[in-house]
């Protein structure tokens, strides 16, 4: 009985330490990506930086999403995505965005297509490219 007893013991000490390894494995693994983030920031330029996003790439060397890539753009109407820069619209130029963004100063980029970027009206139509910057 004492063996049975001490058999059990050690399985659920080594459940809990085999837990607590795998959360420390997450933990450890998106520690590695804010990392390489941090890292990358650096060393990227702001197009480099908006090209590595999900669903972007470029066209005639600015980004587009690649939903937009297929359709043909009339005049007046802007095929880039709506730009906006700390929570304020800056339009649907890129090179107007690079020229106020220091990709040092780049804490956060997110894409916003759809549903989302229908709070930024008929402009957004072709998606949106949110830039946190650090200051």
Known sequence: MKRFVFFICCCLSLSFVACKS????????TAIKED???KNRVNLTLLAQIRQLPGVTLRRG???FNK?????????????????????????SFASVN???????VKDIETLTGHEAS???SRASNGVIKITTYQ
């Open 68 to 92: 937009t890539t297929s359709t043909i753009a009339t005049v007046g109407v802007p095929i880039e995505p709506l730009y906006v820069l700390n929570d304020y619209i800056v339009g649907n």
């Open 36 to 38: 390489l983030r941090e």
């Open 99 to 105: 020229q106020l963004v220091d990709n040092v100063n």
């Open 22 to 29: 795998s959360t420390q494995t997450a933990d450890s693994t």
């Open 119 to 121: 709070f930024y009206g």
């Open 62 to 64: 600015v980004p587009v």
